[in-house]
């Protein structure tokens, strides 16, 4: 009984969600870094969804984890983790966790979106280090970054001119920076398992020291009604890199 | 002329196997592409009498060049799977749960 339960409601979840986004689905990234200017394959990065449900509401998980390939753990080992709880409807997040493993050096961050909608509570902690809790304000509406790239994916690109931008607001590392993520133009890209994929080109834009340089900071989102990420490009203070989509499932 | 390139192929060449023991994949192209590149100028320039070591690093830097190939095409990225690190995972959806509700309760 219970298991028709929870499957019923997994299903009215599936109708309600934006038809971009689909329960259980899970997207595999190889991720390179430009090591003396040519790309070398470091890590994997596997988007997924997932249901969470408490005694009273449901909630879209979503999660990031980036870990390094076997031949570089000992070397450099990364096992990131990031997620967010979101309204799966609104795409309001609810909480957000961070959970940094990067060559030794360790963050935990936590972000409970309060209901007031002006305030996050942050509690976050470096290392072995003391930990910090916050009470931070924020204008309505501000997304942690694991929700921005999926939201992105709700929004009607279709209608977007060479140039135009949508804005957003994100939170990270405590602080709260405006996002524009401006349309470049469309674009065929390579998309793993899908083959080539026509795509949106989306320039990622915001003030902050942690992303270089004008429009070398792109996202590609399939141009149909998933809007997969099949790449993205970065560039970061410690260099660029390069993620390539290689298996998309449950799309 | 021949010992220079001679010591460029030699330097490259242990760049190179270096660059092949670490996971550098086809960075470890460029100093034993260079390796061999010196090495055949270096064989090229000698008198025949004398090509004895440049043909040495030859087929040295060719090896080089066969080792970073092969692992290129043979070796797969995979990824480790940890148990800490699945079990670190499903305790954070716990405390996710266990978050939620509270937060649930103070609305």
């Keep these: 009984m219970k298991k028709i339960v929870t499957i019923a409601v997994s299903l009215l979840l599936v109708f309600n969600l934006p038809a971009q986004i689909k329960l259980n689905e899970t997207l595999v990234f190889s991720g390179a870094y430009a090591i003396s200017g040519m790309m070398t394959n470091l890590a994997q990065l596997t988007m997924s969804t997932d249901l969470l449900k408490t005694s009273k509401k449901s909630y879209l998980h979503l999660s990031i984890v980036a870990a390094t390939f076997q031949k570089w753990d000992s070397y450099f080992k990364i096992r990131d983790l990031y997620e967010s709880y979101v309204d799966p409807t609104t795409f309001k997040p609810t909480l957000y966790k961070r959970n940094v493993y990067e060559g030794g050096y360790t963050k935990t961050e936590t972000y409970t979106f309060l209901p007031d909608g002006?305030?996050?509570k942050s509690v976050s902690q470096r290392k072995k280090g003391p930990v910090n809790t916050h009470i931070l304000n924020v204008t309505p509406n501000t997304l942690d970054v694991v929700t921005l790239i999926y939201k992105l994916r709700t929004v009607d690109l279709s209608r977007l001119q060479p140039g135009q931008s949508l804005a957003f607001k994100i939170i990270f590392d405590e602080k709260e920076y405006p996002v524009w993520?401006?349309?470049?133009?469309?674009?065929?890209?390579?998309?793993?398992?899908?083959g080539k994929k026509l795509c949106y080109k989306l320039s990622i834009l915001a003030k902050t020291d942690k992303l270089k340089g004008k429009d070398k900071n792109i996202i590609w989102l399939s141009a149909d009604n998933k809007k997969i990420p099949c790449m993205v490009e970065f560039s970061i203070p410690v260099g660029v890199g390069r993620l390539n989509l290689l298996k998309a499932e449950g799309v | 002329m021949r010992i220079f390139w001679i010591v460029i192929s030699i330097i490259f060449g242990v760049l190179g196997i270096v660059f092949t023991i670490l996971p550098m994949g086809t960075i470890a192209f460029l100093p034993a592409g260079i390796a061999f590149l010196a090495a055949l100028i270096a064989f090229l320039i000698s008198e025949k009498n004398k090509r004895k070591f440049s043909r040495l690093l030859l087929i040295i830097s060719v090896l080089i060049l066969v080792v970073i190939g092969g692992k290129k095409i043979f070796q797969k990225d995979t990824v480790k799977v940890e148990q800490q690190f699945i079990q670190q995972k499903e305790e954070s959806e716990k405390e996710a749960q266990k978050e939620l509700e509270d937060l649930e309760n103070l609305k």
């Design chain 1, 118 to 120: 002006k305030s996050i």
């Design chain 1, 181 to 194: 993520i401006k349309f470049l133009g469309k674009e065929n890209v390579s998309a793993g398992n899908l």
